[in-house]
């Protein structure tokens, strides 16, 4: 599946922004969908993650409470909401879709990835 993230910006800490990630090709419906995100000199780390149904979510612990994955199959697109946006949510945001899968926060269980969107945070 390709997919495309879209929605990125500039915000200052503890405004909201929603990023986007439209997919094409195959079978959205059936495909696991998950954020990761990169800041500068960091590895690329998990996020959300959200089942084919959209019956599940999960949260990295530092976004818990803030941050919101939901999908619309009809659309092809999941979202991620974010709220109360700090400084260290700075990085580049990327869409990933799984077919099939056992841990939803390790990077190896996702086969197709987006080309990613930035996100600052100011203070």
């Known amino acids: 599946v390709q997919l495309q993230a879209f929605g990125g910006g500039s915000v200052q800490a503890g405004g909201s922004l929603r990023v986007s990630c439209a997919a094409s090709g195959r079978t959205f419906s059936r495909y696991h969908m998950a954020w990761f995100r990169q800041a500068p000199g960091n590895e690329r780390e998990f996020v959300a993650a959200i089942t084919w149904s959209g019956g599940s979510t999960y949260y990295a612990d530092s976004v818990k409470g803030r941050f919101t994955i939901s999908r619309d199959n009809a659309k092809n697109t999941v979202y991620l909401q974010m709220n109360s946006l700090k400084p260290e949510d700075t990085a580049v945001y990327y869409c990933?879709?799984?077919?099939?899968?056992?841990?939803?926060?390790?990077?190896?269980?996702?086969?197709?990835w987006g080309q990613g969107t930035q996100v600052t945070v100011s203070s």
């Open positions: 990933a879709a799984s077919y099939g899968i056992s841990d939803y926060r390790l990077r190896r269980e996702y086969d197709d």
